[in-house]
C-alpha cells in the first residue's frame, strides 16, 4: 500500500531524514512504451528544458505516482537500450558503409528545473508543488506536501527541513544538496517518467530493444517489473541529427600542380571519442577535377593520419599536427584550373561532402537556408544568401548580373560570379582549387628586388631564378619596388614565346628581396590581376638570416593572389591606420565585398609596430603560416565583418598582450594573457572552428584573464561562432595555478547563441578552472558536446540549480542538461573537481553527472602537479618570457594521468610522439613520457 499524506507529514524533519529499508512487497507491472524526447518537456516548474536527443520518456503500466521526497528516485541505471546508426568502417584498406550497433544507457532521472517564484503562483497551491523564495538572502527551494489557498506573505526562513506558513499554505525548506522533483507524471493508472542517457539518440537512430530492470521504480512497498522489451512500444521521436564531420584543408589553395600534388587536411568528429579506431573518422574519399568537370582522378580512399609536413616541432610553432595527407598523380587531368572535392567518412553518422554540404556547395532543392550569406553553386554560377528561407522544389537560383536579387522558394539570392570566382576572387571551400600543369608550360618569372635597383620593363625578369640569380648583382637587372617586380612579371607572362601559356597576370612568378630595407610594396598593390596561382615574394636565399627588412606599407583590395614571407624579417615604425600589410581603412559591409582579397604570410620574423592594432584584416582570406610574431597584439578581423577564410597556422605569438581572434589555430605557441577569443560572427558563414593541436599559455597572474574564451559574450555586443561545429583538440592551455587566470571559458555568461556540435579531446587544461556550458545569467541550449581524452585541472559548469556570485539559481538556465549530464563524454581526467566540491549533485559546479570511465577528484585536492609531470610550471605567476612558462608537461609514469587511454582517436600527441594503444596510456595533449 502506497503511504499516505498523514503518514508523511508526521515530523517537517521527517522528510529529509534517511530512508528506511522498504519491507519486501509484490512487484506489479513493468515498461509498456518508450519515446525518445524532442523538444521541451514542460512541467509544473515553470521552465521547459530541450532534452532532444539525450532522454526518452518511459511509461510503467499501473503504476502510481511516486512520493517525490519519501520515495526513491527512479533507478535511470536499469534502462538499457540497443540502437542502430548508419556509420562507415574501413575493410581491406577500403571504407564501406556500414549499420552500427551500440548500447545506450539510462543515468539518472531528468530533473526537473528549478522551480518558479512564490509570486509566480496562482491562488490555489496543487499538492506537492514546489517554488523559490528567499532565506538568509539567498534563492532557496520550498516544498509544500498539502499544498491549499496561497497566503499573503512569501515562506522565508534559513533551517533546512523547517516548515513555516505563507498565511494559508505550509512551506518547508529544501536542503542545497536536494532536488527539486523529476520530470514524470501520472497518466491514467500509468506513469511517465524521464530519463537522461548516456549517448544521443538521433533522429535515424533505430530502437532495436529496449529492457528495464526490477525494481526501477517504486512507490511505497511496490515496485516495477522487469520488461525485457516484449510487447512495448518504441518510438524514436529524436530531431537530432548526426554531428557533421569537420574538416578544413591546412594546404593553402592556388597551387600549381606539375604531376604530384599534396593537400594535408585536419578532421575531427564526436564518434571519434567513443570508437576509437586511432583516429577521429574512418577516412577520406577525395577526387581531383577539372573545372567543367569532365575530367577526375579518384585518390584511393586515406584511411590513416600521419605527421603534418608542413606545421613541425621544429618549426616556429614547435607542434606536430596531426592530418589526413591526399597525395593526388594529376598529371591525367588536363592543364588548366582544377579543383578538389571531399568526402569525409565518421565511425558513426553520415559523411561531410564538401560538393553538397561546404561552403559553395551545389544548390539544394526543399532546402531550409538559414545563414545569411551562405553561397551556393548552381550550374556554373554562384549565388549568395540576402533572405533566409526554404529553396524551391526544383531549379534554383538563375540570372548572372552581379547584385541582382533572385527569389528561389521563400530564399533570396544574388548573383556572385561564375566558376572563375574560385580563381578569380576567393576561395571556395566546396573546390579548393589548384592550377594543373603536368607539362610544365605555365609561363613563371623569376626576378630580384633592389631598394638601388634601376630595372624598367621586363628586362630584370628572367625564365629561370638560377639565370635571375645570376644577373642580380647588376642593379640594371633589379627592380626598385615589389609593386615595380609583379608589374614587369605580369607583362612578362603575358608575352608569347617557346610555346608556354601566356597569362596577364603575375601569378605563380618569384620575386626575391636582395639584403637591405625595403620601404613598403612602393605603389599600392590595388586592381592588380590575380593569377590561378601565388605571386610569391620571399627572401633572397643567399641573404644573410635577418639582413631583408620590410618596413611600412598595407596591402589594399584587388592587389595580386600574393605568398609574402619566407625569410623576410619585419621592422616597421609606422602605427595608426598604416598597417605593415593590411588595409584597415573604410570597412566594408556589402554581403560580397573584400578589402583583403587573398593573402598567404609565411615564414617571416614580425615584430608588431602598433600594439593596439597588431595584424588585422578586413573580409580577408588570410593564411599565416609558420612566422615569428614579437609582441603581437591582435590577431584578427577588429570590425566584425565577413571572415571567408582565416588560417593561423604553425606561429610563434609571443605577447605578453594581445590576443588571437580567429576561427582555424592549428600548431601554434601562443604567450599572450588572453590568447583566444572569439571571432565575430561573419556575414559569410564559418562552417567550423578548429583550434587544434597548440601550445596556449598565459604570462601574468590575473585572475580576469581567460587564456581560451570562446563562445563568449563580449562587452562591444560582439560574439563570435562557427555555424556547424567546433573543434578544440591536442592542446596545452597553461596559466599559473589557481591565483592565476582562467585556462578556458567555453559557452559563457551572457552569451545568447546556442552551441551544437562541439568537440573537446586530448586538451591538457592546466593551472586554472575550465568552464563549460558557463552561464549565469543566460539560457541558451548546449547539445551535441563530445569530450574525451581531456586532462583538467578543475572543471565547472553552471545551471539552474547553481547560485554563483550576484546570479541565484535559476530555472530559465535550463537548457544545459546535456553537459550537466555529461552526455557522450569519455575518459576525461579531472585532477580536483570543481569550485564548489569534489562530486557532481544538485548544485555543485561539476554537474548532476560525471560519465563512469572519466576521473572527477584524482589528486584528491592537491594543487602542486610536480609529481604528475616532468616539468610543472603552473607555479609561474609573473613571467616575462615565453621560456619561463613553457614547462615540460608529459606525464611521468607514476602519474594518475596515465593508464587512462583504454582506446584511442589520436594517433599522435603534440610532439609528434605516437599514442599507445594497450591500455597504458595518458589522456591530455601529452603521451606519457616512460
Known sequence: MRLSALNL???????????????????????????????????????APDLTGCAVAITIKNMPLRHPISDPPLDATKLVMTVEDTGYDVVGGVIVARTRTRTV?????????????????????????????????????????????????????STDGQTVSDGGVLWTLIPLSQDTGYIE??????????????????????????????????????????????????????????????????????QRSTGTLRVEVVVDHGWGIHIGGGRPIAGIRATAWNMARTASVALGDVIDSELSTQYTTSGPGGCAVEVFALTFNTSSLPAGDCFIELEVCPWLGTSFNTRFDAEGADWRASQAYTFVGTIVRNGANYYQLKTAGVSASSGGPTGTTLSTDVTDGTCVWTYIGADNLIVNSRNIPARWHFYNDPSNLLKIGYCFVDPSGTATGTTGVFSTFAAADAAKG??????????????????????????????????????????????????????????????????????????????????????????????IYSAATATGAANIFFDRATDNTTVVKQATGELVISGMNYTAFDATFGIQWRNGWVWLLNNS?????????????????????????????????????????????????????????VMFGMHIDNRIHGPINSPAGVLVFTFAYNAGGNYGYPQLGMSTRGNLVKSAYYAGCKCAQIGADGLAVATTNIVESYNSFLGQRHNRAYNDSNAPYHTQWYRGFNLYTSNNVVWDSTGHGSNPPDGSRCQNYWP?????????????????????????????????????????????????????????????????????????????????????????DILGVTRRTDGSGAVGAYERAA
Request: net charge positive; charged share 10%; with cysteine.
Open 9 to 47: 507529514s508526521v515530523s517537517s524533519r521527517a522528510l529529509f531524514a534517511g530512508r528506511p529499508a522498504l519491507p519486501t512487497a509484490p512487484v506489479i507491472d513493468g515498461l509498456v512504451a518508450l519515446s525518445s524526447v524532442a523538444g521541451t518537456v514542460a512541467n509544473d516548474n515553470g521552465s
Open 105 to 157: 544507457r539510462g543515468t539518472l532521472p531528468v530533473k526537473r528545473p528549478w522551480p518558479q517564484a512564490w509570486t509566480a503562483l496562482g491562488a490555489t497551491v496543487p499538492p506537492r508543488s514546489y517554488c523559490y523564495g528567499t532565506a538568509a538572502g539567498a534563492r532557496r527551494a520550498y516544498y509544500t506536501e498539502l499544498g491549499g489557498t496561497k497566503g499573503a506573505t512569501a515562506p522565508t526562513h
Open 185 to 254: 507524471q501520472a497518466s491514467g493508472g500509468d506513469v511517465i517518467a524521464h530519463v537522461m542517457t548516456d549517448m544521443p539518440i538521433y533522429k535515424d537512430t533505430v530502437i532495436k530493444s529496449v529492457s528495464l530492470g526490477a525494481g526501477a521504480y517504486v512507490v511505497g512497498i511496490t515496485s516495477s517489473l522487469a520488461s525485457i522489451g516484449s510487447g512495448v512500444t518504441v518510438t524514436n521521436l529524436s530531431t537530432l541529427p548526426y554531428p557533421l564531420p569537420m574538416a578544413t584543408i591546412v594546404t593553402p589553395p592556388h
Open 474 to 567: 647588376t642593379l640594371a637587372n633589379c627592380y626598385p619596388t615589389i609593386a615595380a617586380a609583379e608589374t614587369a612579371i605580369a607583362s612578362y607572362h603575358n608575352t608569347a614565346g617557346g610555346g608556354l601559356t601566356t597569362h596577364n597576370d603575375s601569378g605563380g612568378g618569384r620575386a626575391y628581396l636582395k639584403a637591405g630595407t625595403h620601404n613598403g610594396f612602393g605603389t599600392a598593390m590595388g586592381t592588380r590581376t590575380r593569377g590561378s596561382v601565388w605571386f610569391y615574394v620571399q627572401a633572397d636565399p643567399a641573404a644573410t638570416p635577418g639582413s631583408v627588412i620590410f618596413s611600412n606599407g598595407g596591402v589594399k583590395s584587388g592587389h595580386p593572389r600574393m605568398w609574402f614571407g619566407d625569410g
Open 629 to 685: 610574431y614579437s609582441v603581437a597584439a591582435n590577431v584578427g578581423d577588429p570590425k566584425q565583418q565577413q571572415y571567408g577564410h582565416v588560417l593561423v597556422a604553425g606561429n610563434n605569438l609571443q605577447g605578453p598582450l594581445g590576443q588571437v581572434s580567429v576561427p582555424i589555430m592549428i600548431g601554434n605557441t601562443i604567450f599572450c594573457l588572453t590568447a583566444v577569443r572569439d571571432f565575430s560572427a561573419p556575414t559569410v558563414p
Open 820 to 908: 550537466v549530464y555529461d552526455v557522450a563524454s569519455a575518459l576525461n581526467v579531472n585532477l580536483n573537481g570543481s569550485e564548489s566540491g569534489t562530486a557532481p549533485g544538485i548544485n555543485s559546479y561539476l554537474g548532476m553527472r560525471v560519465d563512469p570511465s572519466s576521473a572527477y577528484f584524482a589528486l584528491g585536492g592537491t594543487i602542486t602537479f610536480s609529481s604528475q609531470f616532468v616539468s610543472d610550471t603552473t607555479g609561474v605567476t609573473n613571467s616575462a618570457n615565453q621560456a619561463e612558462t613553457l614547462g615540460d608537461f608529459r606525464p611521468v609514469a607514476s602519474s594518475v594521468i596515465v593508464n587512462r587511454a583504454i582506446r584511442q582517436a589520436k594517433k599522435f
